[in-house]
């Protein structure tokens, strides 16, 4: 399996942007699909975005569709996630995960490999 570290979480204020990144290791994600996931103090982690490695294709939380933007980039092997016009309720530690599969995965017990988290903090 894959090992995936992220980076660029910090401290924002509401309306900025952030952008997070996901690099992997260990071997080609050629067959997996790659997301985002964000969990807030109490809540359960919750999908943000994902995004099929081979075909690019993408799918988003209602929350944060049309402000975040995942892309990856092949020669890196990362995955980033642009996130503009944030908001407190944004506050969360975010999470890369990837699993081998086709399509976008969303639910959580289905993705096998997971990073450490980088927290992102909206202040208002």
């Known amino acids: 399996q894959v090992q995936l570290v992220e980076s660029g979480g910090g401290l924002v204020q509401a309306g900025g942007s952030r952008r997070l990144s996901c690099t992997a290791s260990?071997?080609?994600?050629?067959?997996?699909?790659v997301g985002w996931f964000r969990q807030a103090p109490g809540k359960e982690r919750e999908f943000v975005a994902g995004?099929?490695?081979?075909?690019?294709?993408?799918a988003y939380a209602d929350s944060v569709r049309g402000r975040f933007t995942i892309s990856r980039e092949k020669a890196t092997n990362t995955v980033t996630l642009q996130m503009n016009n944030l908001k407190p309720d944004d506050t969360a530690n975010y999470y890369c995960?990837?699993?081998?599969?086709?399509?976008?995965?969303?639910?959580?017990?289905?993705?096998?490999?997971w990073g450490q988290g980088t927290q992102v903090t909206v202040s208002s």
């Open positions: 995960a990837a699993s081998q599969s086709w399509i976008i995965v969303t639910a959580v017990n289905a993705l096998t490999s």
């Open positions: 260990g071997g080609s994600l050629s067959t997996y699909t």
């Open positions: 995004i099929t490695w081979s075909f690019g294709f993408t």
